[in-house]
Structures are given as C-alpha cells and as structure tokens.
C-alpha cells in the first residue's frame, strides 16, 4: 500500500513531547506503541505508476507555499479496524490542497481507497492503529480526556510512503517553498 502523505512530528515543543511521552510510559504494557511514521493522508492506494506520477506531483506541489495545519480533540474510528487520532480541522487552503492533489494523482493510482475522495476526506493523525486493544485506548484516554488536545503542525512536505509486510518507509518527498 501507498499513500500521498504529510509527516509530522508529535513532539511539535515540551509539552507535547511530554504528553506523548507519558502516555508510551503508562500505556505501553496495554499494547500501544507510537506510530512510527505520524502522518496524514491526502491519498491511498494499493500501487502508483511513481515515474509518472512523481514529476507531475513536483510541478504542482513545488508552487505551494508550507502551511499550518491544525487539530482538536481526539477521534476514534469504530469498526474491525478500529483507530484513534486527532482531527484536523479542515481550512478551504487545506481542503483546495486535497482536491488538487485528488485530481492530479487520481489517474496514476490502482485501487484508490475512496475514504479519500474529496467528498469523504475526514484528514486525520492516527495515533493507535495496529495492536489497537480496548485497553490500550482507555489508558490513553484516561490520560488525555480532561486535557485540551489542540496542537499546530507545520506542512513542509508532500511524501509518498509505504507499508508492506509491517514495514513502513518514504518512497520520495516534495518540499514545500518556505512560507
């Protein structure tokens, strides 16, 4: 699986990379473990044509400027799958971005996932997902409900990255002009 992506970074100052801290210390005996690439999403699918696609992508992603991107609260998707993140708060820069970024690269993409589709694009950070146990989200839960989850992550790059056989990398990567 590929995925056009945006890395961030969870411990964006002090208080951040204590809060992330502290929960891996009390909740790793629960099952949880920090994502090892904390990132959201533009676009996910099975493979890309990447010698295609990438130059394209350059010439489009190169114009943009880095931008802020924003979160509040925490969500949790529900189901087989299940996943806790935070939402980011959608802006008409990010989603004009999104819908850019969908049309380009649609064409060049196998088995694009359509929970990414403009219309149905809800831009998240997972933070548990895999060894995703009901424990492991109320110790973190424990620790984070009464807190204000708001955090602001600098956008410097487009990345493509991968997951296949539990490993996970970056492909390539787009810088963003300086704001």
Known sequence: MLAIASLVSLNTGPRSKALWDSI????SAFGYTRTRIPHFSWQVA???DLQSMLP??????????EFSINTAGLGLFTGEYPVLYLPIIKTQNLLEKHKELWNLCSSFGTEISSMYEPEN?????????QGFSLDS??????????????FEFLVKKIEIIFQEN???????E?????G
């Not at 394209?56 to 400027?65: A, G, R």
């Open 137 to 150: 989200v109320t110790c973190i839960i424990k620790d984070l409900y009464l807190q204000k989850i708001s």
């Open 24 to 27: 891996e210390d009390r909740c």
């Open 56 to 65: 394209t992508m350059e010439d489009l992603v190169s114009t943009w400027k």
């Open 174 to 178: 787009i810088l963003l002009q300086k």
């Open 166 to 172: 539990g490993n996970e990398g970056i492909k390539a």
């Open 121 to 129: 694009w809800l831009p998240h950070i997972t933070l548990v997902h």
């Open 46 to 48: 099975k493979d890309y």
